[in-house]
């Protein structure tokens, strides 16, 4: 399962529709979705940049009302309570709820069929899904939030080990793609450093157990042990 979600986190890293965001860039974003990722635990830093984008919507107002960005206290006076969204799918509490406008705490199948239904609700080409009332309201509420954003940003990962999660984080990218020219930001989450490049060098077909079968049928004598 982890060499097939590597291989589709790749997958995604190459398609033009989607643009791999930097730190600079997730800190630039106006609306961010987590989706089965406890970013602190597997990326601090990153988990630091979301934190620091949530305070655009702060920014976004004090320009408005001609204050310079730099005078902290005036800004922090003027948003109180004002914040850019932030929406968190997980199995598990995660230490970034402080600041999420949205999060919903459910089974890695239900947080799926909400990812899958948000990507619905946000163009109707997506494939449709039925839910229960009470997620269908959550779907709702989150698709909402990223219809009225000009710089969405999607963060998804291998960590939990789902590939639908991965694969939902993709079709809510694409609805966001349709109605804008640009890539849609993307960030997409190994738990290991060497988990991309390692998966640079293998191919699709290549997972362990083709390995293990080459050695057992004698076609290969020698293994190289990476890491």
Same mark, same amino acid.
């Given at each position: 399962?982890?060499? @097939?979600?590597?291989?589709? =986190?790749?997958?995604? #890293? ?17 609306? $961010? ?29 004090? &320009? ?12 922090? &006076? ?6 850019? *969204? ?11 709820? @402080? ?5 919903? $705490? ?11 239904? $948000? ?5 109707? &080409?997506? *494939?449709?899904? #039925?839910? *229960? ?31 639908? =999660? ?24 190994? *738990? ?16 362990? @157990? ?18």
């Amino acid at each position: 399962v982890e060499h @097939d979600i590597n291989q589709l =986190l790749l997958q995604l #890293n190459r398609d033009a529709d989607f643009h791999v965001a930097s730190i600079r860039d997730i800190e630039h974003c106006d609306a $961010v979705l987590i989706l089965g990722e406890d970013v602190t635990n597997v990326s601090p830093r990153i988990a630091l940049a979301v934190r620091q984008a949530v305070h655009n919507k702060a920014r976004q107002l004090a &320009e408005a009302n001609n204050i310079p960005t730099w005078q902290d206290a005036a800004v922090r &006076e003027l948003a109180q309570h004002e914040r850019s *969204p932030l929406a968190i799918l997980h199995t598990h509490a995660t230490r970034l709820d @402080d600041v999420a406008t949205e999060r919903l $705490v459910a089974g890695q199948r239900e947080l799926a069929q909400v990812a899958f239904a $948000v990507a619905n609700a946000l163009h109707g &080409e997506a *494939p449709a899904i #039925n839910l *229960p009332d009470e997620l269908k309201t959550a779907a709702r509420a989150i698709a909402s939030l990223f219809a009225k954003a000009t710089r969405p940003l999607i963060i998804a990962g291998s960590s939990s080990g789902n590939t639908d =999660l991965v694969k939902a984080a993709a079709n809510i990218a694409r609805a966001l793609k349709q109605d804008r020219e640009a890539a849609v930001d993307i960030c997409l989450l190994t *738990p290991e450093v060497n988990t991309i490049g390692l998966s640079l060098l293998a191919s699709p077909e290549r997972d362990i @157990d083709a390995a293990l079968s080459a050695i057992e049928s004698g076609r290969v004598t020698h293994a190289i042990v990476v890491e």
